[in-house]
């Protein structure tokens, strides 16, 4: 039998991969061998270790469940779902840019009317208008597109994280809205905060262990769809949080920024359905529809094909 060393297992693993794989299977697995032995050569693992990682994956599966996916939330703090949408927004140049979808989207939110108040009348936190349209990419408003939407009560928690029956029943802070003919969304809630991700499970050891904060800056969650168009999946975040330079999970982006201006006039705070000062957030979104979509992957393909022949 040949004996294995240090210059010949990763050879001997590739081997092992079936001719026939699945090909995209096949580049994963391979690209997964190479540098994952590159990375136990480079910091020469100890057993030890590789028990430890072993253990650290088993803890992220336990911790997990339909409310809560540890393993979104490794990828997330490592920069690793941050790499994969600057990757994916190269070819929806034009669009809105992404961001992290995060773990604590809902599917089944419900339709709410504009003007809609997602907090359901919250006592706490700073009452904000959030407005603005949604355009296509030559300046036109798009009719029928769903904005689902969802953020932290002003308590710094998702109402899925805390279990509070009634407001996960009626999906606090969050909703659906559909725009009109104008291209217009428009809505009530309350201010966003910056809030923690969670810290009591494996990921929360990473962070202690490298010296790192946990802090997320205060941002609105949206997924925005219709058919005929690309999805964007995205954020908005608040110009005056003090984590945006310092996102415990990489997802801020500089046009993804939005201030919200302090709104101190009576007769705009009744037209809303405040009884006070409120702060206003403006963001238009921009969708690209499928076809110029997929033609930028055409022109990408064919650049990638040209420089690697
Ligand atoms: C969030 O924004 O909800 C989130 C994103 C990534 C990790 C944890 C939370
Ligand atoms: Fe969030």
Redesign the pocket.
């Known amino acids: 039998m040949r004996d294995l060393t240090e210059s010949n297992v990763t050879d001997a693993v590739l081997n092992v991969i079936a001719d026939d794989t699945n090909p995209r299977l096949k580049e994963i697995m391979e690209a997964l061998i190479r540098h994952s032995h590159d990375f136990i050569r480079e910091v020469n693992l100890s057993p030890d270790e590789l028990l430890y990682a072993a253990r650290f994956i088993q803890n992220v599966g336990h911790i997990s469940d339909d409310k809560r996916e540890e393993g ?2 490794l990828g ?2 490592l920069g690793m779902t941050a790499l994969v949408e600057i990757l994916g927004d190269r070819e929806r140049t034009g669009a809105t840019e992404s961001s ?1 979808l ?3 989207y809902r599917e089944g939110a419900p339709a709410r009317e504009m003007g809609f108040d997602i907090s359901l009348d919250d006592d706490e936190g700073e009452p904000a208008f959030l407005q603005g349209r949604v355009l296509d990419s030559d300046g036109n408003p798009i009719e029928g597109v769903i904005l689902d939407l969802w953020q932290t009560s002003p308590n710094m928690f ?1 109402e899925a994280q805390v279990g509070q029956p009634k407001d996960y029943e009626d999906y606090a802070y969050r909703g659906k809205f559909k725009t009109g003919a104008d291209g217009r969304y428009w809505f009530r809630s309350r201010k966003p905060v910056d809030y923690p ?2 810290t009591d499970g494996p990921v929360g050891l990473i962070l202690h262990g490298t010296g790192r904060h946990s802090w ?1 800056p205060a ?1 609105l ?1 949206y997924l925005i769809y219709k058919d005929g168009f690309q999805t964007i999946q995205t ?1 908005m975040f608040n110009s005056d949080s003090k984590y945006l330079d310092s996102d ?2 990489f ?1 801020v982006k500089e046009s993804l920024i939005i201030p919200y201006e302090k709104i101190d006039d009576p007769a705009r705070a009744e037209e809303y359905g405040f009884n006070g000062p409120f702060y206003e957030g403006i963001f238009d979104f921009v969708m690209k529809d499928d076809a110029s979509v997929k033609d930028a992957e055409a022109a990408y393909s064919e650049r990638a094909s040209m420089s690697s022949s």
């Open positions: 979104v939330l997330d703090v992290l995060g773990p604590f998702y991700v969670p997320r941002h969650h954020e415990a999970v997802g």
